[in-house]
């Protein structure tokens, strides 16, 4: 509660970067805190999931999840041992998908912790995860559900509801009725024809729009993915090879199944085995499957993936396929910018065979392996030991989940009347700035690109509505 009758916005994270997504609402009622994202990427933006929040977590009433993406649920086991003892409200899919990835999130950091101590390479004398997966417990305990397109009434003042927005599984943005004013949280755009979801529902009236802008400065290939990934795949079966994939093993794994399953269906591509290998990989898998009404997948293809797919759960099952499967095939593996998983004992196998393709997928940030490929490195070093780039390395830039410049565009399109401020978030500051300056030429919106830590007064509640049309 606070004694200002103003209603405020504080950017605690995703200002100027892609990730740590946390808004703050304050006002006079209640404070409420939209996605509670990690920061991720290189070391000075992990650094700051240490700090302490600069707003005390047991002042927060809500959490309001946008999507299950590790940058936008991964704080909230810290969150909630911080003191945060309120409702984290979300859509059944995103509630699936959040407790799969914060489990595996937790069990990383508590394995990396543990290597740390034994080897002792950190400089802390006893190194500890960020939060321990019985912390993700805790926060799963506060976990409430809540379908989408239905208002959820908070007080007598504050009401929100979902509306989806293609992305990932249950991914939707959030409109919130705040004193008679409009506000709205894009969460992540997803694309206008993507193979999993249908395109995504658009706002149509806001007094005060947050949106995201990771790829507002650019627009992605015009090429159908699926005949890209048919060249590829035929190109690296006429040489005899392996084709490995590295892939986040929810959103992105899936979508390449169903492509591939599509090819292969069409006689786009000959009938080779494919491997789904991560221990997330089959769960997520099964989300999509128990949630038919939140994408296009058929029932029976969705069904397919589990008979024509094989999915690797067990270590030993990886070593077996790497030392005795020597045929040509297709493996999906984690990670996906090769930063740790399993993808590295295949990588170490294939990457010094010319007959054998790397295909990277999707965006490969900055001091990865997944970038050094990219950039056309002729080694990689894991696990102590260098190898040469033999292997041929492609990649396929369609498959991003997120909307580009176009598609964002398109989003706000659909607004029936100019909001009163629009906060561009969740982009690198090239990709802001150039969003920015396109929504003021394209549609005359102002618009505000805040930076970290800023607190923005939205409006006083204790004055009059302004009239409609004027704003
Ligand atoms: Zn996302």
Redesign the pocket.
């Known amino acids: 509660m606070s004694n200002s009758s103003l209603v405020k916005i504080n950017f605690l994270g995703a200002a100027g970067t892609v990730t740590g997504s946390k808004h703050l609402l304050q006002t006079p009622e209640m404070n409420i805190l939209v996605d509670c994202g990690l920061f991720q990427g290189l070391k000075p933006l992990r650094n700051l999931n240490w700090e302490h929040l600069s707003f005390p977590p047991e002042a927060i009433n809500y959490v309001i999840l946008t ?1 299950a ?1 590790l ?2 649920c991964g704080y909230l086991p810290k969150l909630v041992k911080s003191g945060f003892k309120g409702s984290i409200i979300m859509t059944p899919p995103t509630a699936d998908l959040a407790k799969l990835i914060l489990l595996d999130s937790a069990g990383l950091q508590e394995e990396e912790a543990e290597y740390a101590r034994r080897k002792g390479y950190s400089k802390h004398e006893n190194p500890q995860p960020l939060y321990t997966q019985e912390d993700v417990h805790h926060a799963l305990g506060l976990f409430q559900y809540q379908e989408d397109n239905e208002w959820v009434v908070l007080s007598d003042n504050i009401r929100f509801r979902f509306k989806r927005v293609g ?2 599984l249950g ?1 939707c943005f959030v409109e919130m009725d705040c004193y008679g004013r409009r506000i709205v949280f894009s969460g ?1 755009i997803g694309r206008q024809a993507s193979v999993l979801f249908p395109p995504p529902l658009r706002p149509e009236y806001a007094d005060f729009l947050l949106m995201e802008s990771t790829y507002g400065n650019r627009l992605h290939s015009k090429v159908p993915a699926l005949d890209q990934l048919a060249e590829i795949i035929n190109e690296c079966y006429q040489r005899k090879g392996n084709l490995l994939i590295p892939s986040f093993a929810v959103g992105r794994a899936q979508e390449l199944m169903v492509l591939i399953e599509q090819l292969k269906r069409t006689d786009k591509i000959p009938d080779i085995p494919v491997y789904l290998d991560t221990p997330m990989g089959e769960e997520a898998t099964e989300i999509l499957r128990k949630f038919p009404d939140w994408h296009k997948i058929p029932r029976t293809e969705c069904d397919s993936f589990f008979v024509n797919i094989r999915m690797v759960k067990k270590l030993d099952e990886t070593f077996n396929i790497i030392e005795h499967n020597k045929q040509p095939k297709i493996v999906i593996a984690a990670s996906g910018m090769l930063t740790g998983g399993r993808v590295l004992h295949y990588l170490k196998e294939y990457i010094g065979n010319e007959h054998n393709t790397i295909l990277l997928v999707g965006y490969q940030a900055e001091g990865t392996r997944g970038r050094a490929l990219h950039a056309g490195s002729h080694e990689l070093k894991m696990h102590g030991q260098y190898f040469n780039v033999v292997a041929q390395i492609r990649e396929l830039d369609t498959l991003s ?1 997120h909307a580009d410049q176009g598609e964002l565009l398109n989003w706000i399109s659909g607004l029936k009347q100019k909001p009163e401020r629009i906060f561009i978030v969740h982009g690198e500051s090239d990709a802001a700035y150039a969003f920015s300056n396109k929504i003021r030429d394209v549609f005359g919106f102002n618009s505000i690109i805040p930076s970290l830590k800023q607190e923005v007064i939205l409006f006083d509640s204790n004055k009059p509505l302004p009239s409609p049309g004027l704003s």
Do not use: G, L
């Open positions: 999507h993406h940058d936008h992305h990932i991914a992540d989940a």
